[in-house]
C-alpha cells in the first residue's frame, strides 16, 4: 500500500513543550506527580508512568507536580499547594494566554466560552479568579441550543477552547453578537488543527482512505477525522498499529494525518504496516 503522509503531522509546539518538561523532570528527580493526563496519548502517559511519573492524587504531600498541556483551574491547583506540592507549569502557552484574559475581566462581565463542556482545558477555564479572589462567572456554549439559556448581564467576553471547530466558533459568534449587547470576542483558538485541516485538501483527490492517529479524547483529533468524513472521504480513526483491522487494508494508497498529540514514532509504525500490507 501507498502511504502519502500529511505535509503537518505529529507533536504541536504546545505538547512538544510539556512532554520535553516531563522528561527533564524525571531525569532529575524521583517522586513527581502529573496532574491529569499529561496530553491525549495513551504512549506517552504509559512511558512516563513506567519512568517514575505518577498520576497525582489526594494522599500526596510535599512533593512535585506537574501541570497537563491543557491547564487546570486555580482551586484545584492551590489545595496542591496547600499540601506543599511544588508545581511545575507544563500548560500551553496558548492555553495559559486564554486563563490570563480571563483573569483581567472586570466582575460585571460575564465569559462565554464557546467548547466542549467536560473537555478539561474549558474546565480550567471556569476555574478562575479575579485579584479579589472572586470565582469570575462563566458560561459554556457547545451548540446553538446553549444561547437560549445565557444569562442577561451588563457586559460579555467571548472566547472559545483552542481547539474549537473554527466554523461552529464563527456562526455561534454570530448569532450572540446579533443576540446580545456589549459583547466583546476574543479569539483564542489555536491555528494548529486548522493548519492540519487545511494541509488535507492536498490529499483528498490522490487517495481512497484517510488514517487519522491521534487519541480518542483529543477534540483537535477528532476534528481532523470530522471534517474528512464531511468531505465523503473514508477515515479511520486510530490510536497506534494494533487497531488496524484487515477491512481498512483493501486500499492502493491511503493518505495519513495525526492529531497534535501523536508522536512520530507512532505515526512510523503506522506508516510501516500499512506499507507492508
Ligand atoms: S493544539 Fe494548540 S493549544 Fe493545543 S497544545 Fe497544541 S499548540 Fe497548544
Redesign the pocket.
Known amino acids: 500500500m501507498k502511504v502519502i503522509r500529511s505535509k503537518t503531522i505529529g507533536y ?4 512538544k513543550n ?1 512532554i520535553k518538561i516531563a522528561y527533564d523532570l524525571i531525569s532529575k528527580k524521583d517522586n513527581c506527580y502529573v496532574i491529569g493526563d499529561i ?1 491525549h496519548n495513551k504512549e506517552v502517559v504509559n512511558d512516563l508512568k513506567s519512568k517514575g511519573l505518577k498520576p497525582i492524587d489526594d494522599n500526596v504531600k510535599d512533593s512535585i507536580a506537574l501541570v497537563r ?2 491547564g487546570i483551574g486555580e482551586s484545584k491547583l492551590n489545595k496542591y499547594k496547600e499540601k506543599n506540592i511544588k508545581i511545575i507549569d507544563g500548560t ?4 495559559k494566554r486564554s486563563h490570563n484574559i480571563v483573569k483581567k475581566i472586570d466582575t460585571n462581565t460575564l465569559v462565554l466560552i464557546i467548547g466542549s463542556k467536560n473537555h478539561s ?1 474549558v474546565l480550567a477555564l471556569q476555574d478562575i479568579y479575579d485579584k479579589n479572589n472572586n470565582k469570575i462567572e462563566t458560561f459554556v456554549i457547545s451548540s446553538e441550543k446553549d444561547i437560549e439559556n445565557i444569562p442577561i448581564k451588563d457586559r460579555y467576553l467571548l472566547i472559545c477552547q ?2 474549537a471547530d473554527v466554523n461552529l466558533v464563527r456562526t455561534l459568534k454570530d448569532i450572540i453578537i446579533k443576540k446580545f449587547k456589549n459583547v466583546e470576542f476574543i479569539n483564542t483558538i ?4 486548522k493548519k492540519r485541516i487545511d494541509d488535507l485538501d492536498y490529499l483528498f483527490d490522490k487517495v481512497e482512505a484517510i488514517f487519522v492517529v491521534g487519541g480518542f479524547k483529543s477534540a ?1 483529533t477528532k476534528l481532523i477525522y470530522d471534517y474528512i468524513k464531511s468531505k465523503g472521504i473514508t477515515a479511520h480513526l486510530i490510536e497506534n498499529k494494533n487497531q488496524i483491522t484487515k477491512d481498512m487494508l483493501n486500499y492502493k494508497v491511503v493518505g495519513l494525518t495525526s492529531g ?2 501523536t508522536s512520530d514514532k507512532v505515526i512510523d509504525e503506522i506508516q510501516k504496516e500499512l506499507e507492508n500490507a
Open positions: 504541536c509546539s504546545g505538547v510539556t496530553v498541556t491543557h500551553c502557552p496558548l492555553v482545558e483552542t481547539t489555536c491555528n494548529e488543527p483537535n497534535a498529540s
